[in-house]
């Protein structure tokens, strides 16, 4: 009766038991403690002692190519430019700053990610793993940054892929055309290319999706950066083919800056000159230091700007502006020596007309044949009167005054009846030009503007 009672309480108790015993066994499991003991920073170190050891990796062999094949090893490139500091035109150079990055398969770096804790191995020593040998063809100078720290790491994925990425500044070549400057567009290049490594062993892609990034808020001077466009460049040489990946950088420049500074200024300079045609004739001291003045004005306009300009051998579109400007500003000043001559020879006109008036004919017909008559430099000239005057004469005389009467046109055209209106020679050479002059720029300009802008808009299509 006793054991049959205690076995019915064992019986009673065991499920509690069971439970206790299960509850203990799930606290002191051993995995359970190596999740609470296990350092992954020294699982980390143990990785790379085992990839990278002694022994265990050269860098000097490039990785097989894709699927462990025997093919050429794929680099996948992409770029962020960063700032783009200057365009130089006289140098014909750019400087840009950019973190560049390639991405490539290395299968002799693959290790375990215990379970996904390990994202990646980062290093900092380029070297000890085998790297890409990518130069920049157009580059003239470039440097890597290393405040406070140098600028670069190098990435190490569970699946032996590497990534490496670094900060850098360069300045480039970019070989410009600056026939239509300042209306022109410019085509800078960035080409990367192997130095090495033919196309059998190496080849470099830009990465999928989007292989180059510019930072939003890229500010230039004097240019603006339209689009970007990226290809490729493979070079064949004597010695195999090297894959070779370019980015063409299409910049626009701003005109409003050259507008301001050069156009508008010239435009000024040229009406300025003008002004010389609404002087008066006899301000020969302001006319001549008002036309030099302009044209040395000019000219110093014009010198700086090709100061800032390489010497090319073509035409730009800025030197047909200042040629034709300087020529009108000194057209100006030939216009004043033109009036000079002109009023001169007015008054000579004036001063033989008074000569020989028909009031100073009766008085020298009066006088003795052989009187004298001063001239307006006070010159004696001996006036001779003919002797006997024949009444045939003066029928003759009297039919020639005829003659010119009725040959003058009765409607005289509109332009000589407004030109009429100035007597001498030297003012009408005034008056044409205040029109002429304004007539002839303003068909330039016409021309100039719709011949480049037009121009400008087909080359950049």
Known sequence: M????????????????????LLLAVLLHPSRCSQVKVNYREKEKQVLDNILGPGRYDARIRPS??????????????????????????KMEYSVQLTFREQWLDERLKFNDFGGRLRYLTLTEANRVWMPDLFFSNEKEGHFHNIIMPNVYIRIF????????????????????????????????????????????????????????????????????????????????????????????LFKREFSYYLIQIYIPCCMLVIVSWVSFWLDQSAVPARVSLGVTTLL??????????????????????DVWTGVCLTFVFGALLEFALVNYASRSDMHSDNINKKFSPSEMEHSSSVDPTSEVLDADGSANFAMKPLVQHPEDTMSMDKMQQCEIHMQPRKKN???????????????????SRIFFPIVFAIFNLA???????????EGE
């Open 2 to 21: 006793l054991a049959s009672t205690t076995i019915r309480r064992a019986a009673a108790m065991w499920p509690g038991v069971l439970l206790l015993l």
């Open 448 to 458: 100039y503007w719709s011949t480049y802008l037009f121009r400008d808009e087909a």
């Open 414 to 432: 509109c332009c000589r009846s407004w030109l009429s209106k100035f007597p001498t020679r030297s003012k009408r050479i005034d008056v044409i």
């Open 65 to 90: 190519g894709e699927n462990g094949t025997d093919g050429p090893a794929i680099v996948r490139v992409n770029l962020f430019v960063r700032s783009i500091a200057t365009i130089s035109d006289i």
């Open 158 to 249: 569970p699946n032996g892929s590497v990534l490496y990425s670094i900060r850098i500044s360069l300045t480039l070549s970019c070989p410009m055309n600056l026939k239509l400057y300042p209306l022109d567009k410019q085509v800078c290049s960035l080409r990367m290319a192997s130095y090495g490594w033919t196309t059998t062993d190496l080849v470099f892609l830009w990465k999928e999706g989007d292989p180059v990034q510019v930072v939003k808020n890229l500010h230039l001077p004097r240019f603006t950066l339209e689009k970007f466009l990226t290809d490729y460049c493979n070079s064949r040489t004597n010695t195999g083919e090297y894959s070779c990946l370019k980015v063409d950088l």
């Open 297 to 318: 004005t000019m000219a110093t306009q014009t010198s700086g700007i090709n100061a800032s300009l390489p010497p090319v051998s073509y035409t730009k579109a800025i």
